[in-house]
DNA sequence: CACGTGACATACC
DNA sequence: GGGTATGCCACGT
């Protein structure tokens, strides 16, 4: 794995993203006290347990970055058309969904 | 060391 | 809207 206390951050991170929302890579390194490394956000959600939130983590555009077609990707639309997100051509409309992070709570369960 | 690549982002055309 | 250009950082070649 990249980095064991990332991986951490990151997962609790999401634990913070609401069923029915989503964030984009980018949020998502902000948060984790990663700025300018959402790429970096990737290679985690890949070696990041299943059970986590990481099928809400799209693009800055609302657009799922699995390859379409793919069964990640399959799997990630469908993950989200669970929980009431409208996925239209693997995309998603951001300022529906527009999350709202309580940076301070964020900060504080984190302990940065 | 120099590139190329990637579950990315932003700016500009 | 799409296409190109940069910036970004970890990794492999």
Known sequence: M?????????????SFVPEGNVISYGLLADLCGLPGRAR??????QEIETDC???RVLRADGKIALPSGSDKAREQRE???AEGVEV???????KNFGWT????TILVALEY
């Not at 970096?40 to 959600?45: E, F, N, Q, R, V």
């Not at 239209?88 to 951001?94: A, D, L």
């Open 53 to 55: 939130n990481w099928h």
């Open 40 to 45: 970096m956000m990737g290679k985690c959600l």
């Open 101 to 104: 992070p309580d940076i301070h």
């Open 79 to 81: 993950r989200l058309i």
């Open 2 to 14: 990249i980095n064991e206390a990332v991986q951490l951050r990151v997962e609790k991170t999401l």
């Open 88 to 94: 239209k051509r693997s995309r998603v409309n951001m």
